[in-house]
């Protein structure tokens, strides 16, 4: 059985009815049960982060797919793990192409501290970076069988705790630093299985 998992605290978004794909659970992870048809709630008291990045222990290990709460599932699953790699695929993010661009933009659309995510960039640069590549962290196919998926996962975690708090910049350097590319799935696979709606 594979996973389809959101989260949803804070009454942050709205829990949308998804596609439902044969072989596939669909969980929910929220700070207070929410009722659903489809969607399985899980109450955790645990970071949204901790929840989206690390492996869970709640869910079998298995091929699992994180999408954000903002975002609905409207096509079969078992099509799309059938066009994107299954280890780990990510959506590429549709308005940026590098972490520079996406540090420029976290600061001036969500308001995070210039002094914080230019250290971290420092840092990263003093390492050597080099671009990789920039995804949406939204969505987020992972075969969590894979000890090179978990360890990545484990590692991402880590740096996200370590940094200024923003996932999307953690994530390329985790990869580079680890020397692995990041399979990147482009808007004409996203809009035939996902849709992105705004938050509540």
Known sequence: MNTAYTVITNS???LKDPYISDGWEYVVFSD???????????????HNREIKIKPNT???????????????????????ISEVPTWWSMW??????TLAQEAEAVIRLKGMSRVLVGQQMDRYKKAG???IGLAACM??????????VRTLCNAWYDEWLNSCGRDQLSMPYVFWKA?????LFDNTIFNKYFKWLSHL
């Not at 049960?33 to 489809?38: A, F, K, L, T």
């Not at 298995?62 to 409207?74: A, F, K, P």
């Open 179 to 183: 020397g692995y590319k990041m399979d």
């Open 32 to 46: 207070e049960y929410i009722e659903h048809d489809i969607w399985n709630c899980i109450v955790t008291e645990k």
């Open 92 to 97: 590429k993010h549709p308005h940026r192409d």
């Open 12 to 14: 942050y978004d709205e």
């Open 58 to 80: 709640e869910m079998h290990r298995t091929l699992n797919l994180y999408v954000d709460g903002s975002v609905q599932i409207i096509g079969d699953l078992n099509q799309f």
């Open 129 to 131: 970076f080099k671009d």
């Open 139 to 148: 969505v987020l196919l992972r075969d969590m069988d894979d000890k090179v």
